[in-house]
Nanobody
Framework: QVQLVESGGGLVQPGGSLRLSCAASGRAFSSYALGWFRQAPGKGREFVASIRWSAGTTYYADSAKGRFTISRDNAKNTVYLQMNSLKPEDTAVYFC???????????????WGQGTQVTVSS
């Protein structure tokens, strides 16, 4: 069992920044990767970024490269998503997910946080 709690969403102007946090707990947690997904109204859930917990290796969707940074704090069991140069199309509910990598493909373990709303608007 893995439990995930997101925080840090809010309203931000285009070009602004937000940092999302995901606090994780559970047995054998270091064996997981953690990922950020987002879902806009009427759309499916989209992969944003992920990190291998132990090694710290990161992966990004093309839409996130150069703007978003995923990181983790091992002592706090927390993963972060630093989002810079935000655009209106980044508006979505952002979810934290526990999963693993099969080669270079992220696979969800179907553990999700409750989501945190990010709205980018002037």
């Amino acid at each position: 069992q893995v439990q995930l709690v997101e925080s840090g969403g809010g309203l931000v102007q285009p070009g602004g920044s937000l940092r999302l946090s995901c606090a994780a707990s559970g047995r054998a947690f270091s064996s997981y990767a953690l990922g950020w997904f987002r879902q806009a109204p009427g759309k499916g859930r989209e992969f944003v970024a992920s990190i291998r917990w132990s090694a710290g290796t990161t992966y990004y969707a093309d839409s996130a490269k150069g703007r978003f940074t995923i990181s983790r704090d091992n002592a706090k069991n927390t993963v972060y998503l630093q989002m810079n140069s935000l655009k209106p199309e980044d508006t979505a509910v952002y979810f934290c997910n526990a999963g693993y990598y099969n080669g270079n493909k992220y696979q969800s373990a179907d553990y999700w946080g409750q989501g945190t709303q990010v709205t980018v608007s002037s």
